[in-house]
């Protein structure tokens, strides 16, 4: 059973950091892409930031670009997601995500299998 958990949220003030982390078990994740996705309140879920399993290939949406960092380490099965500069902006549920759907972007929400349950940002201005 495939499963994603995320850890690493909380309540921070505009401009400081945080780091999500995303464990993610019940098999081999050697050729999937790995994602951030994020939802505010009465907003639909958005891109965040991706990575191919190898790493050697990154993506991030444009709000988030110079200030987010994706990672992975292969060896313990996480994926991370280094936030600075944090803005009132950013406050959302984020979601771990895992695909392998050929030929979909990775920006796209389709071209994600699995789902973790979210784990809650909030920055106060």
């Known amino acids: 059973q495939v499963q994603l958990v995320e850890s690493g949220g909380g309540l921070v003030r505009a401009g400081a950091s945080l780091r999500l982390s995303c464990a993610a078990s019940?098999?081999?994740?050697?050729?999937?892409?790995m994602g951030w996705f994020r939802q505010a309140p009465g907003k639909e879920r958005e891109f965040v930031a991706a990575i191919t399993w190898s790493g050697s290939s990154t993506y991030y949406a444009d709000s988030v670009k110079g200030r987010f960092t994706i990672s992975r380490d292969k060896d313990k099965n996480t994926v991370g997601l280094e936030m600075n500069s944090l803005k009132a902006e950013d406050t959302a549920v984020y979601y771990c995500?895992?695909?392998?759907?050929?030929?979909?972007?990775?920006?796209?929400?389709?071209?994600?299998?699995?789902w973790g349950q979210g784990t809650q940002v909030t920055v106060s201005s």
């Open positions: 995500a895992a695909g392998l759907r050929i030929g979909v972007s990775p920006t796209s929400s389709d071209a994600y299998n699995y």
């Open positions: 019940g098999r081999t994740f050697s050729r999937d892409v």
